[in-house]
Nanobody, 124 residues
Framework: VQLQASGGGLVQAGGSLRLSCAAS????????MGWFRQPPGKEREFVAS????????FYVDSVKGRFTISRDNAKSTVYLQINSLKPEDTALYYC??????????????????WGQGTLVTVSS
């Protein structure tokens, strides 16, 4: 699976962005999908995941109520709608495939097929 993330940009605090991650290659619907982010000078962290069929989602506490992950298997694309952006959301956002079931491993610990990342910068 090859993954291409897009949709990042510079926004003011309180604004919104919609990130997309388009997949090509092996069957997209065979994998749960996850979004991760790496703030400047910090380690990469899990943000959200969605099950193969899209029926189950999981979020890190810091983004609950503001971020929404979804997928369109017909388009082989996973999305991350991010609202009420805060300066601390500034990071390089990555998508990845989750080989293990989201129901059992919601934070996608064995993520693979990483996309190249898309930069989100939130100004205060």
């Amino acid at each position: 699976v090859q993954l291409q993330a897009s949709g990042g940009g510079l926004v003011q605090a309180g604004g919104s962005l919609r990130l997309s991650c388009a997949a090509s290659g092996r069957a997209f619907s065979a994998y749960g999908m996850g979004w991760f982010r790496q703030p400047p000078g910090k380690e990469r962290e899990f943000v959200a995941s969605v099950s193969r069929g899209g029926g189950s989602t999981f979020y890190v506490d810091s983004v609950k109520g503001r971020f929404t992950i979804s997928r369109d298997n017909a388009k082989s694309t996973v999305y991350l709608q991010i609202n009420s952006l805060k300066p601390e959301d500034t990071a390089l956002y990555y998508c990845a495939a989750c080989p293990t079931a989201i129901s059992a491993y919601p934070t996608c610990p064995t993520a693979k097929y990483w996309g190249q990342g898309t930069l989100v910068t939130v100004s205060s």
